[in-house]
């Protein structure tokens, strides 16, 4: 089983600036390798797939890079709505399908 | 737009069985995987199951394994997740969701139910 580290759990960052969490696999996923928001009381919304492609009405604002065990999602000038938990999850070498434990973006 | 409604989440005892159901609309259903994923309270996302576009293979999580089954109805655009012998630990908001490639292979999900709540408890 892949195991999905993400770090920090938790961030604090102003409105304005950029964010930057880690996703770290415990072996190669290739590019196979997705990100997603939650925010409270809601389901989980695709942001980025294939490591890098921007799903369907997510805002350039967030971008995501790597390959191979590292990984990044970048959130250029957050904005207030932006503030959420943060899920990594491979697809590469499955089953298992797995998730990462979050990171908590938090306002500073 | 695509729609996935989950439903059967109720409280039940330990050692008993319910049915989950997630209701599609909005897109080709037999075209793409679907999944099932939990999340108990304040923790993190959990894939659970998985099953291919015409249902002739499924997959599971090894804490499921053995107690848990999926299926789809392509003629009705229905998921389902039979759950048996329950424990505590399946405590959970379960979600349905759509894989994003057509065919039978893994992927991300694009899209996610609103999710259904079962509780095991006595």
């Known amino acids: 089983e892949i195991v999905m580290t993400q770090s920090p759990a938790t961030l604090s960052v102003s409105p304005g600036e950029r964010a930057t969490l880690s996703c770290r696999a415990s072996?190669?996923?290739?590019?196979?390798l997705a990100w997603y928001q939650q925010k409270p009381g809601q389901a989980p919304r695709l942001l980025i797939y294939?490591?890098?492609t921007r799903a369907t009405g997510i805002p350039a604002r967030f971008s995501g890079s790597g390959s191979g065990t590292e990984f990044t999602l970048t959130i250029s000038s957050l904005q207030s709505e932006d503030f959420a938990v943060y899920y990594c999850q491979q697809y590469n070498n499955w089953p298992p399908i797995t998730f990462g434990q979050g990171t908590r973006l938090e306002i500073k | 737009e695509v729609q996935l409604v989950e439903s059967g989440g109720v409280v039940v005892q330990p050692g008993g069985s319910l049915r989950l159901s997630c209701a599609a609309s909005?897109?080709?259903?037999?075209?793409?995987?679907m999944y099932w994923v939990r999340q108990a309270l304040g923790k993190g996302l959990e894939w659970v199951s998985l099953?291919?576009?015409?249902?002739?293979?499924?997959y599971y999580g090894d804490s499921v394994k053995g107690r848990f089954t999926i299926s789809r109805d392509n003629t009705k655009n229905s998921l389902y997740l039979q759950m048996n012998s329950l424990r505590t630990e399946d405590t959970a908001l379960y979600y349905c969701a759509k894989g994003s490639i057509p065919g039978p292979t893994a992927g991300s999900l694009d899209y996610w139910g609103q999710g259904t709540l079962v509780t095991v408890s006595s």
């Open positions: 909005g897109f080709t259903f037999d075209d793409h995987s």
């Open positions: 099953i291919t576009w015409d249902g002739s293979r499924t």
């Open positions: 294939g490591t890098s």
């Open positions: 072996q190669s996923v290739s590019s196979n």
